[in-house]
C-alpha cells in the first residue's frame, strides 16, 4: 500500500466559470479551506491536498459529518478498508472514499499507523 493515492493533477492555470452548486456536507471531499486534488478546476478551495492513503484498524470505525462523538454518521467503515486522509486536527483525521466521497471525520486512533 503506497502512502500516496494516484491522481491526475491538473496542469496548466485553473479556472472556474460561472456558479458551481456546493455539493451536501458529507458527500464530495471538499471544505471552504481544503479540498481533495482532484477536485482542483471544478470547485474553488483555498487549497488542494494530495491525500495519504491509511486503513481503518481492526475493529473498523464510524465517518462523523463533524469532527466530534455525537454528530451524525455519514457511513461506517470496515476494518481493513483504506480511506484518503486529507487532514489531520487532534484527534480527528478529516477524510474521503476518494474524490467522490462520501468524507467526514474518523477518529485517528480508529486508523492503523501510516506506513513509511
Not at 471538499?30 to 482542483?40: E, F, N, Q
Request: with cysteine; net charge negative; glycine share 12%.
Amino acid at each position: 500500500m503506497s502512502g500516496e493515492a494516484t491522481y491526475h493533477v491538473p496542469e496548466g492555470p485553473l479556472r472556474l466559470a460561472g456558479p458551481v452548486a456546493r455539493p451536501a456536507p458529507g458527500t464530495l471531499p471538499l471544505r471552504g479551506d481544503l479540498a481533495h486534488m482532484a477536485l482542483a478546476g471544478k470547485y474553488l478551495a483555498a487549497h488542494y491536498v494530495i491525500p495519504q492513503i491509511r486503513s481503518v484498524a481492526t475493529e473498523g470505525t464510524p465517518m462523523h459529518l463533524a469532527s466530534r462523538a455525537d454528530s451524525d454518521v455519514v457511513t461506517r467503515l470496515d476494518s481493513g478498508s483504506n480511506v484518503e486522509v486529507l487532514d489531520i486536527a487532534g484527534d480527528w483525521a478529516w477524510a474521503c472514499l476518494g474524490p467522490d466521497g462520501p468524507s467526514g471525520y474518523v477518529h485517528v486512533a480508529s486508523l492503523a499507523p501510516a506506513a513509511g
